[in-house]
């Protein structure tokens, strides 16, 4: 499928082999899933959506989870993310930091 910024609903059923409504019903089910919606009220899926829908497609079908269990699972890796981000934030800064130090000691020599 040609890449694009939006799909429609029926393009994104097609490219996971999905059923419109199981699509329309995660949309109920998972909070982080909202596609927008155009003028006509057609949903529009970016490719963000589309990741999504994998990982509760892979979650459900694959790992067999529950939709509550993979409701979790997304909620705990969403956390952990945001965890790993500052901690990366953090160590960078914290090498910025010495960096810096390094500099304005030999400065001072």
């Known amino acids: ?30 909070s982080q899933l ?3 919606k155009n003028d006509g009220r057609n949903r ?5 959506d589309i990741d999504l829908i994998k990982k ?19 909620k705990n890796k ?4 945001i ?3 500052f901690t990366v934030d953090k160590s960078v800064l914290k090498e910025k930091i010495k960096k810096e130090l390094r500099v304005i000691k030999e400065l001072l020599k």
């Open 1 to 30: 499928m040609k890449k694009k910024y939006y799909y429609t609903i029926g393009e994104v059923c097609n490219l996971l082999n999905l059923k419109a409504h199981t699509l329309r019903f995660w949309e109920s089910e998972f």
């Open 78 to 81: 969403k956390e952990k993310q």
């Open 56 to 74: 509760i497609q892979h979650l459900l079908h694959n790992q067999k989870y529950t939709i509550n269990g993979a409701r979790k699972k997304l």
């Open 44 to 48: 529009r899926y970016t490719q963000n």
């Open 34 to 36: 909202h596609p927008q």
């Open 83 to 85: 965890e790993l981000d």
